[in-house]
């Protein structure tokens, strides 16, 4: 690697990213048998928020500060994902839970709020799910537990429906199903992955432009890596464990919030209740799945409000 490849990989770096989040800072720490980055600022009442696929815990950048006004909040790189460790297994949720819960119980922390996007909202879940005494309210955007509902997604698009955005009544979530491949994924994007990047957020977001340059080469710098595709394919691929634990979870009995994109909104709310005694579900429907870099101001008004109840 010359000097300019290490100065330009040097900008991506979490020494370096921790400056988009002022008053944040940069932890390591060794839980339940590999290591874990997170990033800690603010004070008060901890909220827990994990990202998804395919981002790291930059991806909280446009609302991390308005949150630690009020909030201690803490941003994971969840087991897989950014600086975080890439074991070769314990990618299903329920795994990835208790890595959650030992860093938690390391930091002295005996109940904490939980926000999740994507697969962290399925973490989030499992999470609340294994340790609801853990657990005081729960927040998942676009994104909840593994269910027998994923075995109904097709493998062709309906006709007229695969299109340049998502289609709300008709989603093709084809990565849904290239993700369950093992080994050959890593071979054709590493080094590639820009490409794929950029199709996925043309694809879910209504106005892609504000994915910007800069944030899609943080993720490119980290998922062009084969390893790292690797990993984060594995929270794909276990989620037939995903769906075997859930049939044996008791309904969430903790105050519980979906937050939908125009995508996600009629799903969450029709499944959300089957799984949670007292769950209310909103509605971001002028955004696309990477909700916090579109509509920052909407899901800080849905969080702080239903976090002051």
Not at 16 to 34: A, D, Q
Not at 87 to 113: C, N, P, W
Not at 127 to 136: K, L, M, Q, S
Request: glycine fraction near 8%; hydrophobic fraction near 40%.
């Amino acid at each position: 690697m010359n000097n300019n490849t290490e100065l330009s990989q040097n900008q991506y770096a979490d020494h370096e990213l921790i400056k988009k989040f002022p008053g944040f800072t940069n932890h390591y720490v060794k839980v339940n048998g590999l290591s874990l980055h997170y990033i800690d600022g603010g004070s008060g009442e901890t909220l827990i928020c994990l990202p998804g696929w395919p981002q790291t815990f930059y991806s909280y950048h446009p609302i991390a500060s308005e949150l630690a006004k009020v909030f201690r909040v803490i941003v994971v790189d969840i087991r897989g994902m950014g600086s975080s460790e890439k074991t070769d297994s314990g990618y299903d949720k329920k795994t990835m839970a208790t890595d959650i819960l030992e860093l938690i119980q390391q930091l002295g922390l005996s109940k904490v709020h939980l926000l999740g996007h994507d697969i962290g909202g399925m973490v989030a879940m499992s999470f609340a799910f294994n340790y609801p005494e853990f657990t005081d309210k729960l927040i998942v955007a676009d994104g909840a537990h593994p269910s027998e509902g994923m075995m109904q997604m097709p493998l062709m698009p309906a006709s007229g429906t695969f299109n340049e955005k998502m289609d709300a009544n008709m989603p093709y979530a084809w990565w849904m199903g290239f993700n369950q491949v093992k080994e050959l994924p890593e071979k054709i994007l590493e080094g590639r992955f820009q490409y794929l990047l950029d199709w996925l957020f043309q694809y879910v977001m209504i106005d892609e432009s504000k994915m910007t340059s800069f944030d899609r080469a943080v993720y490119a710098s980290v998922y062009n890596e084969a390893k790292n595709i690797r990993a984060s394919n594995a929270w794909y691929q276990s989620f037939a464990q995903d769906i075997e634990d859930a049939k044996i979870y008791q309904p969430l009995s903790m105050p519980v919030l979906g937050i939908g994109s125009y995508v996600s909104y009629n799903y969450m709310k029709a499944g959300l209740p089957y799984v949670a005694k007292d769950v209310n579900v909103v509605g971001i429907l002028d955004s696309g799945h990477y909700m916090f870099e579109e509509q920052p101001k909407q899901v800080l008004d849905a969080v702080f409000n239903f976090l002051a109840l």
